[in-house]
Structure formats: C-alpha cells, structure tokens
C-alpha cells in the first residue's frame, strides 16, 4: 500500500506533457537506484541495487527517453552492486566495438552473508555482419559452455522495427527466441511488445511476454505474463529530460505460489 501514492504520482503530468513536442534526445551515461520488498507465505526479504553503465559515444532516443536502438553498436563500460538478504554482488565489465569485431569481458564477486566468496568472469566475442545484424559468442569460465546468439534488426521505416535474438548452448540444451517490436502511433504515443520462447531439454517450455504503452515521450505503463502464471505492472514517469522514477508490482495468480514483489527505482541519464 506504500507504494500507491508513488504509483499515481508516475501518472500525473501525462496531459501536461501529451502536446509537448518530441524530438531525440542523446545520452551517454545511464545510472540507476532501486529497491525490492519481497513477501512469501515463509518469510520476507529485500533487496537494494545500484548500476551504471558509461558510453562512449552518444545513444539517440526514438522517442520515448528510455527506447534506443535494438542492437547496440557503441563501446561502453559498467558496474553494478546488489545487495540481498543473503549476499552482496558487484560486476564490472565492457564492450569494445574495433570497426566491425565485438570484444567485452564481465566479471562477477558475490560475498555470501553466511561465510565464503565467489568470483566469475566470462569474456565475449562479437562480430557485426552489418549494422542490423549481430552474431556473438560467450564463454564462462565456471563452465565448459559456450553461448551463441545471434541478434537481427528489421528497420520497418524510419520509426518502426521488429528485432528478433535467438541464443543456445553449444548443446542445444537451451535454446530461445526472443522479439521485440517498437511502433510510433503518431501524436506522440508509442509502443513496445516482446515475447520470448524457451525451449529446454528435461524441463518445461517457457513462454513469456511483456507490453509498454508511452502516453508521450516521458511516461508509460507497462504488463508482462508468463506461463508460469507470473505477471507484472509497472509505470515510470521522467520528471524531465534526465531523471525518472518507476514502480512495479509482481505476483503470480497460482494461490500455491503465494508472493508479492514491489520494486522502485530512479534514473538519472545525461
């Protein structure tokens, strides 16, 4: 309940902003905030988190202050922190795109609350066969897997496109297909769907999907459901062109698997 007013404020201001004119804007740093309250019939937990990544170039909206491109072609570096109820994790990591080769390595220390550490990291290569087309390939080092992908881009105009990723293990043990497609709707509205197919050896398919409606360039609302009865609702609202602030509430309609998880978040991009 504590979160309701937060969740009406993200809606106010949606007529104020819906005859503003919408224009890209460019950004190269993102940072964000948030916090999760986790409640289960056994017990109860939280979780804080802080992230940022830096780009090297500048990233054009296309539109909505948080949609760019689908497949991302500019060098960057990042970190995070996340502390939980039972440990505490930090990442580092990067990409370097050298003309047309991808080059990044990510690397991953948990401090268990309960006594002991790990460490990962996983280094990845890249190349782009054109600018709407990204095959790459990761390896972990705490395994002898490899992860390929392979992300296509279809530019339907100068607004519009439908992307599609598909990735497997060099097994075949996993494999997923995934799509998003982005629509202006004209008068300053758009949209985003994604759906996402898992198939899995020795387990079941998962099947999940998720929609956001932008009222205007700064606000928006979001759903999502899975075949495990998970679902979602979200909404995020920019204050102005650099700070924003989302909430969202999950839960899972099987009365088996009782949970409610409320999240908040702030943006700050420059």
Request: no cysteine.
């Amino acid at each position: 309940m504590k979160l309701l007013p937060i969740a009406a404020l993200l809606l106010t201001g949606t007529s104020l902003l819906a005859s503003t004119g919408v224009h890209a804007e460019d950004y190269q740093s993102f940072s964000s905030v948030s916090y999760s309250d986790l409640d289960t019939k056994y017990n109860d937990s939280d979780a804080f988190s802080l992230d940022t990544r830096y780009y090297f170039d500048k990233k054009s909206t296309l539109g909505p202050l948080d949609e760019f491109e689908y497949i991302n072609k500019t060098s960057n570096v990042f970190g995070s922190f996340v502390d939980t109820d039972f440990n505490k994790t930090f990442t580092l990591g990067g990409e370097a795109f050298i003309d047309k080769l991808l080059v990044g390595a990510t690397y991953h220390y948990s401090d268990f609350d309960h006594g002991g550490s790990d460490d990962t990291y996983s280094l990845s290569l890249g190349y782009l066969i054109s600018d709407d087309f990204l095959v790459k390939v990761v390896k972990d080092d705490n395994n002898d897997e490899y992860l390929f992908s392979a992300s296509y881009n279809h530019q339907i105009n100068d607004s519009d496109y439908i992307g599609f990723t598909y990735s497997t293990d060099d097994d075949t043990d996993v494999q997923t297909l995934s799509s998003k497609y982005f629509t202006d709707l004209g008068q300053g509205r758009y949209l985003t769907a994604e759906v996402s197919f898992s198939d899995i050896d020795d387990a079941d398919n998962d099947l999940a999907g998720r929609v956001e409606y932008f009222f205007n360039s700064h606000t928006s609302m979001a759903a999502s459901y899975n075949d495990d009865d998970d679902y979602s609702v979200g909404a995020k609202h920019y204050f102005n062109k650099n700070y924003a602030l989302g909430a969202s509430y999950q839960s899972n309609t099987d009365s088996d698997i009782d949970y409610d998880l409320y999240t908040i978040d702030f943006t700050a991009q420059f």
